[in-house]
């Protein structure tokens, strides 16, 4: 009798392929968002990394003019004749020995039309002031990536026409438009960084992110030392622009905007991708987020914000009105104390250089003041710092100039520590969904001051104590209105307008 075949042993279960690398749990806090992807791991560092490219820009394009309009000494070839802008003198010459062209030199901006070269500079603060407002409002109703990538790529193309500018009025047009881009790219960048990294770190690089506009600043003085022709300067700060192309690929929508606005869907993949960068769990993610936007949405109906809404509750219009206060004197004392230190004479590049750099000191101190003081103290300390060199330097105004320079020095100094803590404390004070707005008016109201400021430089001719004491009066008041906003170090973003009017009358329990 044959014997039945035996039947072949059940293959082996397979074994379960081990990940490629270990799960790394998130802690849940009260934020949503960061719940899913970490405070600050692997994804929000290279976000930051390819980002603050963006910003080296910003230094260049609000500051060039200081090189596009340097001064040009004008001499007269008429003999007997030493006033160049004397009607009996028939010819003059520029000295190109230190500049071989600038906006001067092409379109004649001298004797009755000087004020014009000035005047360009006034338009392009009108233009970062429009364009903060602005892309601030696109980036809030459509999004902050279209906001985003729109100026990243109209400060490109804008800044390579400004190069070729056939006529003086058509470059006032063009560097206006760069300067629209401009005032995009610093308030809607921000709070694309600031969205997505937790309270933990986020006045670390809320802070470190300014940085790149004081290398920027500084590095003019290397371009215009080598570039002595304003065309070809022009295009050297603006061609490094192609690299945004990247941000095509590399800048996702925000998470946080996304789930704000009610597109859940959407918010969740872009979480789940960053998740993966960071090593996150993802499982929980859609749960979770769902979850949250559901009581969300029974706290207050999904809405999307306007400028108006900033005004529209007693407690959110007062913080509005003091933070607006806050970039109103920082621009005008940061940009204005600047000028004043630069009107002392002496080598160009060499001013320009030490007045940047002088950024990089106050805005490393920012980082552990802010960390250890709060963002509130910090902000009353560095406004009382510009107010004491300032109001000092109006008594001292007769002085050596070696004491004069110090007391301005001062005043500069306090002002950039002010710069980064106004960034970090007003992206941390207003509600997502009209942060992009709140940023955006407070960019504009500091371009009123930065506006401003060369007008009061120029009353020195009035009296030498009256510039410093308007800029340290108005520290004075902004050190002031600082009292009644709240504290906002190491608290959960606002969400809804409704937290944006209850942040800061809750207790410090609540808030913790």
């Known amino acids: 009798m044959a014997k039945e075949p035996k039947e072949p042993p059940p293959p082996a279960a397979a074994a379960q392929p081990k990940p490629k690398y270990e799960l790394r749990p998130v802690e849940k806090v ?15 560092l290279f976000f930051f990394l390819i980002v603050v490219l963006c910003k080296f820009g910003t230094g260049w394009h609000t500051l060039a003019h200081i090189f596009l309009a340097a001064p040009t000494p004008l001499k007269c070839l008429t003999p007997n004749v030493t006033d160049a802008c004397s009607k009996d003198c028939k010819q003059t010459e520029f000295n190109t020995t230190v500049f071989k062209t600038t906006i001067i030199t092409q379109w004649d901006l001298i004797c009755d039309r000087q004020s014009l070269a000035s005047l360009s500079q006034s338009i392009v603060m009108l233009g970062i002031m429009v364009g903060g407002m602005s892309f601030g409002m696109i980036a809030d109703r459509w999004g902050r990536r279209p906001a985003f990538l729109l100026c990243c790529f109209m400060q490109l193309f804008t800044g390579l026409i400004v190069c070729a500018s056939p006529f003086f009025w058509f470059y006032c047009l063009f560097r206006f438009l760069v300067a629209v881009a401009t005032g995009g790219t610093m308030t809607v960048s921000f709070v694309l960084l600031m969205e997505i990294i937790g309270p933990k770190k986020r006045e670390l690089i809320g802070i470190l992110y ?20 304003w065309r070809w300067f022009q295009f050297s700060v603006t061609i490094f622009s192609v690299v945004f192309v990247i941000y095509i690929w590399l800048v996702p929508e925000s998470p946080r905007w996304l789930f704000t606005t009610g597109r859940v869907d959407k918010s ?3 979480l789940e991708r960053i998740a993966r960068h960071n090593r996150a769990p993802t499982d929980t993610i859609r749960p979770e987020i769902e979850a949250a936007h559901q009581v969300l949405a029974s706290r207050q109906p999904t809405k999307k914000g306007n400028v108006i809404d900033l005004f529209r509750t007693p407690y959110m219009r007062l913080k509005t009105i003091c933070m607006a206060n806050d970039w109103l004197v920082v621009c005008m004392v940061y940009y204005g104390t600047a000028q004043y230190i630069a009107k002392l004479g002496g080598d160009i590049f060499l001013n320009v250089l030490i007045a940047a750099l002088l950024g990089i000191p106050g805005t490393l101190l920012c980082v552990v003041l802010t960390k250890y003081l ?27 100039q070696i004491v004069q320079v110090m007391c301005a020095t001062l005043g500069l100094f306090g002002a950039s520590i002010t710069f980064p803590n106004v960034y970090l404390y007003g992206a941390e004070l207003f509600p997502t969904v009209v942060r992009s707005n709140g940023m955006g008016l407070c960019s504009m109201v500091g371009r009123i001051g930065g506006l401003v400021a060369p007008m009061i430089c120029e009353l020195d001719v009035y009296g030498a104590w009256i510039t410093p004491l308007v800029f340290g009066v108005f520290s004075v008041l902004a050190m002031l209105g600082t009292i009644f906003l709240p ?5 959960p973003l606002p969400e809804t307008l409704e937290d944006g009017e209850s942040f800061g009358r809750k207790s410090p329990k609540e808030q913790s």
């Open 30 to 44: 009260k934020d949503p968002i960061i719940s899913q992807i970490g405070d600050f791991r692997r994804y929000q």
């Open 210 to 229: 300014q940085i790149p506009f004081n290398i920027g600043h500084a590095s003019l003085s290397l371009f215009a030392f080598y570039i002595r022709e």
């Open 268 to 270: 969740v993949k872009v």
């Open 374 to 400: 709060g963002r509130k103290m910090t902000m009353m300390l560095s406004n009382g710092l510009s107010a004491c060199g300032l109001l000092l330097l109006v008594f001292l105004h007769k002085s050596k």
């Open 487 to 491: 504290e906002t170090r190491g608290t």
